[in-house]
């Protein structure tokens, strides 16, 4: 496939956001490119949760392997070195990849209409762990950020994965097409899911991972340019940045991080 180079510049938040991202966040980036543009171009077919079985061994890796794991073309590329002490900004220019577009468009379009600080800082986190780990994306970017961020936020990310499957028409959420995509048209969420939506629903913080599922847009807008920048005092504000830098603080999480700064350890 021809990649239209301007319109991909542009949405990748022009030459200057391209200028301060790594090898690797390069190739994520193409490759989201890629598949968004083919799913443009093929809107009207969706597969089987039969097919999409079928395609697991097709392939040398697993969909829920984390982007830093696998080249899904070619081989890895050697990763940026990162400072000793590590803040969250030098993550998403360094390690997160490709899908900080995706959740930078997020945060953009929840700034743009209107919604609380905490949420459009949600959206802003709500898939980067998606570098590390796809599958239960929801409960691992929670955990990971769980000690640096507010409970809800914490909240919101946790259960914006699981109420994806669920439309809510009174806030214009309906079911996206890019699940019937990924996951098969006749797909069905396994139990757990559907519990955890039935809580989530009743809970007095429902609305929050809910408008984290209303302005997680996979749709590619060359129009809109967004860089980091605009939502750095937001981090500042709402980010527990530990003094050592993540990954050397001890916490909980820390080895998640040291995992997303040498993802090539061995062991
Ligand atoms: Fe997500
Ligand atoms: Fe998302």
């Known amino acids: 496939m021809e990649i239209d180079r301007r319109l991909f510049i542009a949405g990748l938040g022009g030459a200057a956001a391209v200028a301060t991202m790594g090898p690797e966040a390069k190739a994520d980036a193409i490759e989201d490119f890629m598949i968004e543009e083919l799913a443009a171009e093929d809107t009207a077919k969706f597969p ?24 899904t073309r070619g081989n890895v590329k050697k990763l940026d070195p990162m400072p000793e002490k590590p803040t969250l900004i030098d993550f998403y220019n360094h390690r997160f990849g490709g899908v900080v577009r995706h959740c930078l468009q997020s945060a ?3 700034q743009k209409t209107g919604m609380p600080e ?8 709500h898939d980067v762990v998606q570098s590390m780990m796809k599958s239960d994306h929801g409960w691992w970017g929670a955990q990971l950020f769980e000690p640096y961020v507010s409970e809800k936020v914490t909240f919101a990310i946790r259960y914006h994965a ?3 499957f669920y439309p809510d028409p009174s806030v214009g959420y309906e079911y996206p097409d890019l699940y019937k995509r990924i996951w098969g048209e006749d797909y069905k969420p396994p139990a757990y899911v559907e519990t955890t939506y039935k809580m989530v629903r009743k809970h007095k913080w429902y609305m929050a991972p809910r408008m984290v599922t209303v302005n997680d847009l996979y749709a590619f807008d060359p129009n ?24 050397n603080d001890n916490s909980p999480v820390a080895h998640m991080w040291r995992t997303i700064i040498n993802p090539d350890a061995p062991l």
């Open 162 to 164: 699981a109420l994806r």
């Open 224 to 247: 809109v340019q967004v860089t980091l920048d605009p939502f750095v005092d937001i981090i500042g504000r709402n980010f527990k940045q530990p003094k050592e830098g993540l990954g």
């Open 48 to 71: 089987t949760v039969a097919e999409v079985e079928a395609q697991i061994e097709t392939r040398s890796y697993r969909r829920g392997a984390g982007s830093l794991f696998i080249a």
């Open 118 to 125: 905490e949420i459009i800082f949600a959206c802003l986190l």
């Open 108 to 110: 953009n379009h929840a």
